[in-house]
T-cell receptor, first 118, second 110 residues
Framework: GAVVSQHPSRVICKSGTSVKIECRSL??????MFWYRQFPKKSLMLMAT?????????EQGVEKDKFLINHASLTLSTLTVTSAHPEDSSFYIC??????????????FGDGTRLSIL | QKEVEQNSGPLSVPEGAIASLNCTYS??????FFWYRQYSGKSPELIMS????GDKEDGRFTAQLNKASQYVSLLIRDSQPSDSATYLC??????????FGPGTSLSVIP
């Protein structure tokens, strides 16, 4: 099945550091990728939709200058958490949808990145 | 009103029983629905997708969709302890976003 690789799986860093998370679709092309955030025992909250070759679309309440998204190719999207603070600590998960086939293709998730800001 | 709703549980069933998970959605224009399983500390994995009214079976899993009632369900037959996880219902809305429900925690008791 479709594979989405997310790296790194875990990050622990000091407050004020910027952290970059990569999301790659390994065996398919994805014009659109999605970034989610999940707090403990809560559901996935969509942060933004990453669009290849154009600006990301951010959900209401998500700071675009805080969470920088770049989707430079059909297989790679990156999320950079700038000047991270303890409240940014969370589980960040990306997903991608195969360009091929019908528009109802399900999303395939990366393994997630657990970010801990000290 | 939340866009996708699920009972948070926990739902406890004995091993070998049928687990029934329910989900409702508010956007009547939604056309695609998905069930994901998420183990603690892991990312979600796709179990089933369903697009048409009726039942769709895959092994021990059966998804049911009723668009008139805006209702989706997942049945797990012969439940195993390894099925213990949180099950997320998701709907692709008419504005092309996939919205997830809060998840139902399932515990299968040996």
């Amino acid at each position: 099945g479709a594979v989405v690789s997310q790296h790194p799986s875990r990050v622990i860093c000091k407050s004020g550091t910027s952290v970059k998370i990569e999301c790659r679709s390994l065996d398919f092309q994805a014009t659109t990728m999605f970034w989610y955030r999940q707090f403990p025992k809560k559901s996935l909250m969509l942060m933004a939709t990453s669009n290849e070759g154009s600006k990301a679309t951010y959900e209401q309440g998500v700071e675009k200058d805080k969470f920088l998204i770049n989707h430079a190719s059909l297989t790679l999207s990156t999320l950079t958490v700038t000047s991270a603070h303890p409240e940014d600590s969370s589980f960040y998960i990306c997903s991608a949808r195969d360009n091929k086939g019908i528009g109802n293709q399900p999303q395939h998730f990366g393994d997630g990145t657990r970010l801990s800001i000290l | 009103q939340k866009e996708v709703e699920q009972n948070s549980g926990p739902l406890s069933v004995p091993e070998g029983a049928i687990a029934s998970l329910n989900c409702t959605y508010s956007d009547r224009g939604s056309q695609s629905f998905f069930w994901y399983r998420q183990y603690s500390g892991k990312s979600p994995e796709l179990i089933m997708s369903i697009y048409s009214n009726g039942d769709k079976e895959d092994g021990r899993f059966t998804a049911q969709l009723n668009k008139a009632s805006q209702y989706v369900s997942l049945l797990i037959r012969d439940s195993q302890p390894s099925d213990s996880a949180t099950y997320l219902c998701a709907a692709k809305t008419s504005y092309d976003k996939v919205i997830f429900g809060p998840g139902t925690s399932l515990s299968v008791i040996p």
